[in-house]
Every structure is written in structure tokens, then in C-alpha cells.
């Protein structure tokens, strides 16, 4: 019933889900159901795809070749290594493009992609990164920890009356790196758009009535993408304390920040001179997640409201309900129009037929 095909019926193998799961368990049970249990894709272009995990690769190796090295960071070398890393990658990239200029300017806007991740904080994640080295255990190899791409946080949960049974809880960053008493997870995503109110709202209390008014079924508050991405920040924040506590940093607080690799909006294109700009806009989604309530009664940076959702989220999807009537009307006319399993889905069809009748 889960993505993970060892665990067993009787709970005593935890099933393990994922944060991009859950997300998709929120914006229909039914789709969650085809996408993670049945495995069916849903994706017609993988192209733009291949390219952010191209770039997510590239800015993770010059990140790891930076802090093996000592030295001042500066932001010309930075960007020099990035663009190697960049033009090694580019050079056995053979996505299918209509011409050869639109190869080239897909290549260009990659490259001030990178320029713009070194401009924003390029040197100051290094650096960060290369403290954080300095401060872990020295016993172990922290590298392998600390840059991914995809490194995996998991957390578990507990659920049933006597909370007998446990699912694990996954989510993953590209590196992490430190900021003073903070360690910080970051994630390259092609947008921070699914982000919709958390981009403007970074704190909780201006998030908690929009964040309880999704689960009402008698509002009409539908928000998939802004709840999963409160879960993901949920569970990565929990990985992070995990593997402080492995490297020796248990006094480290621990933060979220999603960074957007293929945002256009604020790309500008000089068609005639052939060049491209663009800037990163790097989101911090932890204050919008931690509950000061719950940081004053536990000392911890978590939020109660969000994480006992999660917990019966997680309940539902392992025992199996993805019947999405509970939701059907918002579910019919928010996530049915751009889901790519609509001519498998006997809901689907049965509405259409409904409304053909
Ligand atoms: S078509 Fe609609 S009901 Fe069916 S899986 Fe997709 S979102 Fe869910």
C-alpha cells in the first residue's frame, strides 16, 4: 500500500513514505495511489527535469571540490568551477532540441542560472559548508553526509490507539551546510511557485488558519502544494536533527531553505544579443513551520498542529484509503483538470460520464 514493497502487512517492517508522496496523497488519495503504489508515470517531458538535475549536480560537485580545499572562496572562482562542472555535464546532455539555437540558449540559460546561485549565496554556502566540515566529528566522514545530490533525511511516526505502528518518513536535500548555531538543509527545486502563500507568509502564525482550513471539509480552502511542502519541512527538519546528533552537533538548531533552479519569471532574454540574465530567490520555509507555542512548552523547534496531521496522513495512506470522495468536489475541480491519470481513473470517468448523461 506504500512505497516501500519490503514492509510488511502486520507493521512489524515500518513502510517508508515520502515527502513528494505525501504531497501528491494531498492533492488526490486516488493519484497518490497510481504515481507510488502501481508506479504509473506521468510525465510526457522529462526534459526540463534532466536539466535542473543536471545543474543540482554540477552546483553539489563544485560545493564538495570547494570545501575539500582551503583558502579564501571568492565568487570568480566559484563561478569558474561551476561552469566546468556545468560544460563537463552539458557536453553528454543529448536531450532532443528542435535546433541547434534553442540547444544553445538552453545551455545560456543554465549558465546564468549558475551565475545567479553564486551571486546570491555561492560563497557564503561554501563557506558554510566548510565550517560545518571543520565542526563534525572528526571519527567520521561527514562529506558524504553533507552534499548529495538527494541525500535522504528520514524521520519516523507513530500512529493506531496504542501507537503500535510506525512508518518512516522520507524527504531530500542537496546539501547542507552551516550558518553560525544553525545547521541548514537546502534543497534545489525547479520552482519555489508550489510554495504558493508560504513564499509571502514566514511565519506560523499567519500560516495556521490557512493550514487547518485545508482539512475542513466545510471550507473551500484547497492547498495541496503549500501543506505537503509544511510536511517536507516537517520531516527534513527531523532528518537534520538525526544527523546532527551522528556528527556531534547536537547543539545546532536546524533549517529549511528551498532554492529554485528553473523559475523563468525572472528571466530576461536579449534575443538580440543573445544573452540571458537571471536571479535565485532562495526561500527559508522554517519560520513558517515552527510553532512558537510548541517551542515554549518542548524546546523544540517543531509544530504539534502540523505534525499530528502528518501523523494521521500517514495513517490513512498505510492503511490503503485512496478513495477520494471525502474531498470529491474540490479534488474534481483543483487536481482532476491537470492530472495525468485521467483516462485510468474510474472517478474521473465516472464524473464525465455523469455530466455526458
Ligand atoms: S483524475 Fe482526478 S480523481 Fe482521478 S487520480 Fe487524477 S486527480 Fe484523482
Known amino acids: 500500500m506504500t512505497e516501500n514493497a519490503d514492509s510488511d502487512e502486520d507493521g512489524t517492517t515500518p513502510a517508508t513514505l515520502s515527502a513528494d508522496g505525501l504531497r501528491t496523497y494531498l492533492h488526490c488519495p486516488r493519484r497518490y495511489e497510481f504515481a507510488h503504489v502501481h508506479g504509473f508515470d506521468d510525465s510526457d517531458d522529462d526534459g526540463p527535469d534532466e536539466r535542473v538535475a543536471l545543474l543540482r549536480r554540477a552546483l553539489c560537485t563544485t560545493l564538495e571540490q570547494t570545501a575539500q580545499q582551503t583558502g ?39 549558465e546564468a542560472t549558475v551565475e545567479a546561485y553564486v551571486e546570491a549565496v555561492g560563497p557564503t554556502h561554501a563557506a558554510g559548508l566548510r565550517q560545518l566540515l571543520a565542526a563534525t566529528d572528526k571519527e567520521a566522514d561527514p562529506l558524504a553526509d553533507l552534499v548529495g545530490p538527494d541525500l535522504t533525511l528520514s524521520s519516523s511516526v507513530s500512529f493506531g490507539e496504542q501507537l503500535q505502528e510506525t512508518a518512516t518518513l522520507e524527504a531530500t536535500v542537496d546539501y547542507v551546510y552551516g550558518d553560525g548555531s544553525s545547521v541548514v538543509g537546502v534543497r534545489f527545486v525547479p520552482s519555489v511557485r508550489p510554495l504558493g502563500f508560504l513564499r509571502y507568509r514566514d511565519d506560523w502564525e499567519r500560516v495556521a488558519e490557512s493550514f487547518v482550513d485545508h482539512f475542513d471539509p466545510e471550507m473551500e480552502t484547497f492547498d495541496p502544494d503549500p501543506i505537503g511542502a509544511l510536511f517536507e519541512t516537517s ?11 551522528r556528527l556531534g552537533l ?7 531553505v528551498q532554492i529554485p ?33 510548541t517551542f515554549g512548552m518542548t524546546l523544540e523547534h517543531r509544530n504539534t498542529t502540523v505534525d499530528s496531521r502528518l501523523e494521521s496522513l500517514a495513517s490513512r495512506l498505510v492503511s490503503g484509503a485512496f478513495d477520494p470522495s471525502d474531498r470529491w468536489d474540490r479534488i474534481a475541480s483543483e487536481s482532476c483538470p491537470d492530472c495525468a491519470y485521467t483516462a485510468c481513473c474510474q472517478e474521473y470517468i465516472a464524473e464525465e460520464v455523469r455530466f455526458d448523461g
Not at 235 to 245: E, I, K, M, N
Not at 250 to 256: G, I, L, N, V
Open 235 to 245: 520531516v527534513v527538519l527531523a532528518g537534520l536533527r538525526s544527523l546532527c546528533d
Open 261 to 293: 533552479l528553473a523559475d523563468r519569471e525572472h528571466t530576461s532574454v536579449n534575443w538580440v544579443r543573445e544573452t540571458v540574465e537571471t536571479s535565485l530567490e532562495p526561500v527559508d520555509l522554517t519560520d513558517a513551520y515552527v510553532d512558537h507555542h
Open 250 to 256: 547536537e547543539d545546532r538548531t536546524c533549517r529549511y
Open 72 to 110: 579564501e572562496i571568492d565568487r570568480e572562482t566559484l563561478a569558474d568551477r561551476a561552469l566546468e562542472a556545468l560544460a563537463t555535464r552539458w557536453e553528454r546532455h543529448d536531450e532532443r532540441f528542435h535546433s541547434r539555437a534553442q540547444r544553445r540558449h538552453e545551455r545560456q540559460v543554465l
